[in-house]
């Protein structure tokens, strides 16, 4: 019998998902990588890929989780404590001194997340152009803004801007944004850090010690000397654009691993 073009393509579909989940199991033994990086290099891979394929990308993730639809029983001591099984701890990327967010869905299932503590303490530094926007002429705003920017803000108690673009043409550039809809309100008030010279030197955001900042930034060249460490290096957000481009999220998974290791030291 022959099959049809959808059984045909159900069938190679197959065939490549039972040799990815080859690859991803030698993946992980031989590089000792954690589910969730494998799981961020096979969505990288997918997605570009696939790009609109959604449904596919997420069948993929779920069999590459081996914890996936497993259960796990924890008994209630007396004070109502209860001991995360090490699978799910595993799972969440849970350290000793986390803190679990327990939460009730709409639907009354009940979520258990890590909790990302605000550090109160750790200074985030966003450059504008190649880094949120294409530049401050095309301005246009890189895919994810506005979901990076909010998880931004829940992570940092204070967010400044370290930009070349004047301060007034900031202001307009993030009105225009806002406006769009591409950027929260709270970024037309962002504090912009005045500074000078060649570098962005961490030291002129102001009552801020430079181990305490953060900077994103697409260019090495504007790092000061000395303070390689506080940099988080995002691609540069340049023709031709990609609406698939997703190195927000890549700077957000390393920018709630800082704060996670900060708030642990
Ligand atoms: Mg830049």
Redesign the pocket.
């Known amino acids: 019998m022959i099959p049809t073009p959808e059984q045909a393509e159900i069938f190679r579909r197959n065939t490549e998902l039972s040799e990815l989940a080859d690859q991803v199991a030698q993946l992980m033994k031989h590089h000792r990588l954690t589910e969730d990086e494998v799981t961020h290099v096979v969505r990288d891979v997918l997605v570009a890929m696939t790009p609109r394929d959604e449904s596919f990308v997420d069948r993929v993730k779920s069999m590459t989780r081996p914890t996936a639809g497993r259960t796990w029983q924890a008994t209630l001591t007396p004070t109502g404590g209860v001991t995360l099984p090490s699978e799910i701890r595993q799972h969440l990327g849970l350290l000793p001194g986390d803190s679990v967010a327990l939460q009730v869905q709409t639907d009354g299932t009940t979520v258990v997340r890590k909790a990302v503590p605000k550090t109160g303490q750790l200074v985030l530094a966003l450059?504008?152009?190649?880094?949120l926007i294409s530049s401050a002429v095309s301005q246009f705003p890189r895919p994810m803004l506005f979901e990076f920017l909010e998880h931004c803000r829940a992570l940092f108690a204070r967010i400044v801007m370290f930009?070349?673009i004047r301060e007034e043409r900031f202001r307009v550039i993030a009105k225009t944004l806002v406006d769009e809809g591409s950027a929260p309100s709270w970024f037309q008030q962002l504090e912009c850090v005045a500074w000078t010279g060649p570098t962005k030197d961490l030291r002129f955001i102001p009552n801020c010690a430079p181990e305490d900042a953060v900077l994103v930034?697409?260019?090495a060249s504007?790092v000061h000397p000395g303070q390689e460490e506080r940099w988080v290096q995002v691609e540069?957000f340049e023709p031709p654009f990609n609406g698939s481009d997703r190195a927000l999220e890549k700077v957000l998974d390393e920018l709630e691993e800082r704060v996670r290791r900060q708030s642990h030291s």
């Open positions: 450059d504008l152009e190649a880094t930009t070349t930034d697409d260019l504007y540069p």
